[in-house]
Every structure is written in C-alpha cells, then in structure tokens.
C-alpha cells in the first residue's frame, strides 16, 4: 500500500510539474536543428556592355552588294507595291497602296504604271521630256527634262511633288545615295518568308529615316523595305515590296511613250496646290456649258 501511495505521490508531483510548466510557457524547447552549409552563390553575370551605333561591316557589305548589282543592270523591270499610313479621324492610322509598274533603261528612259487605292496615273520619260498622265480625267501634264534618270527624279518632285518611293532603287550608284548620311547599320538575321527566298536582313538609319531591309542573299536584289521618317512625330511606317525582277532585259523603243497621253487635254505641271501656277490651263468645258446663253466658253 505505502509503495503505491508513494508512487501515485510522485505520478501527482510530475503532472503538477508539467501543468505547470504548460501553464507558464516555460516548456524546454527542443534543441534546434543543425544549420545546413550555406549553398555556394553563382559568379555574378558580367555587365551588359550597352549597345553602340555604328557600322557593322556584314551590314555594310549586304548594302554595298545590293547596290552595285542594280547599278551595273543596263536596263531594270519590276513591280513596286506600297504600303503607307495615313492619320485617321480616330487616332490609329489607316493603310492605303498602291501597285506601280517600272521599267527603265540607263542613263534616260523611265516609265512607271500606278494603280491602288485611288486614281491610276502614268509617268513617261524618254531623256527630253517628262510627261505625267491621269487616265480617268484624260489629263497630261509634260514638261522638259533633265538628260538624266537622277536629276529628272529630283526636278520631278521640286517641280510636281512627284515622287517614287522606289528611287533609291533606280538611281545611277544606289548605295553611294543610301550611305550619304548613314550613322547605323547592323546586321539582323535571314528569313526565308520574304520575296519566296532566302533574305538577309539589314536595318540602317540616317538623320532622317529608320530603314529594315530585307536583301536576296543570292541575287543581291531588294525585295522589302520598311520605312519609318524619323521627323514624323506619329512614326507612320511605309513599306515597299519589290518583285518580278528582271535585269538587262531587251526593251522596246517606245516603251517610254503614250500614244493616248498625247491626246489628252494639258494641264501645267506643277504642284498639285499650286493653283495659280504659271501656265496652268483651265479644264476644258463641256458642249452643253458652251451652248448656254450668257455662258462666256
């Protein structure tokens, strides 16, 4: 009996000693696991060096390639489409295009058919003169011309505001006119979606355009560039695909003529909003407005 009672005695002290230790908090804590050994920290990346513009000299040579196998065709045929933006009502820009096609033989003939999403118009030079003619209005415009296909482009748009997002394809030394003012060109890559063939990409940039072109890596010939004029604040882009290339093919002398644009009724050739230009005619008047009694024809 006195065996039991001391051992329900000292049963009584032990749960007494750890209620009350679980009513103070003052349980021992078990010993805490050992701390793993730090893990090794990986070498720390070297510093992207920033990137610098400049000219790479692969760029260099896909353009200079480019434009010496235009400048050595005797004579050129292609179709140009564009591409270009144009500020909406709404903000987004809308995309309009036109399909033009060009034909030319060095130093001095020049032809180019547009159609698209607005009027057809044709342009005609054959080294003496510079004929621009509207179809569907049966109007012409001719003018002189410069003996050569680079200064009739620049008198063209000085004179009409005409212009051919496609020259610097058609001028005498086309990389000599693309490299003056090059800071950048780089290098991007090749695609084999563009044009049906194997391209090699190139983006350059003067003071006034950002330019990505995409260059056959075989036939050296342009197939797309996408332009962005860097002083236009709404950075609309053009694009302009070229196809159906043919080098140094026999072309007909008369080629650069139009017998229907002959027979048209003149207008001056002069800048679309230049309405008081020297020479400019009035549009011929109908037989009925003729026939009208106090009408002076």
């Given at each position: 009996m006195r065996h039991r009672h001391v051992m329900r005695c000292v049963a009584g002290l032990a749960l007494a000693a750890v209620l009350a230790a679980s009513a103070s908090g003052q349980t021992t804590a078990p010993a805490a696991p050992k701390a793993k050994a730090a893990a090794a920290k990986p070498a720390a990346a070297p510093p992207v060096a920033p990137y610098r513009p400049g000219l790479e000299d692969h760029a260099i040579e896909i353009l200079k390639a480019a434009g010496a196998r235009l400048a050595a065709a005797r004579s050129m045929s292609f179709t140009a489409i564009v591409s270009y933006e144009s500020p909406s009502l709404l903000g987004p820009p809308l995309v309009y295009s036109t399909e033009t096609q060009v034909t030319m033989v060095r130093p001095d003939k020049f032809k180019a058919i547009t159609v698209g999403d607005g009027p057809p118009s044709e342009f005609y030079y054959d080294g003496k003169t510079m004929t621009a003619f509207s179809p569907n209005?049966?109007?012409?415009?001719?003018?002189?011309?410069?003996?050569?296909?680079?200064?009739?482009?620049?008198?063209?748009?000085?004179?009409?505001?005409?212009?051919?997002?496609?020259?610097?394809?058609?001028?005498?030394?086309?990389?000599?006119?693309?490299?003056?003012?090059?800071?950048?060109?780089?290098y991007v890559g090749q695609s084999s979606i563009v044009g049906d063939t194997t391209t090699d990409i190139v983006a350059y940039v003067n003071a006034d355009?950002?330019?990505?072109?995409?260059?056959?890596?075989?036939?050296?010939?342009?197939?797309?560039?996408?332009?962005?004029?860097?002083?236009?604040?709404?950075?609309?882009?053009?694009?302009?695909?070229?196809?159906?290339?043919?080098?140094?093919?026999?072309?007909?002398?008369?080629?650069?003529?139009?017998?229907?644009?002959?027979?048209?009724?003149?207008?001056?050739?002069?800048?679309?909003?230049?309405m008081d230009a020297p020479g400019m005619k009035p549009p011929p008047q109908s037989q009925s407005a003729k026939a009208q009694p106090g009408k002076t024809p």
């Open positions: 209005e049966n109007l012409v415009a001719v003018a002189e011309a410069p003996p050569t296909i680079d200064a009739m482009l620049e008198a063209a748009y000085k004179t009409a505001a005409i212009y051919f997002p496609f020259s610097d394809v058609v001028v005498t030394d086309p990389y000599k006119d693309l490299a003056d003012g090059l800071t950048t060109a780089f355009v950002f330019v990505q072109a995409w260059i056959g890596a075989e036939d050296k010939l342009p197939r797309r560039l996408y332009a962005i004029f860097l002083n236009d604040p709404a950075r609309l882009r053009h694009v302009l695909q070229l196809s159906k290339w043919q080098l140094d093919a026999a072309v007909p002398a008369d080629a650069f003529v139009s017998a229907r644009a002959a027979k048209a009724a003149q207008i001056a050739f002069a800048r679309p909003d230049a």
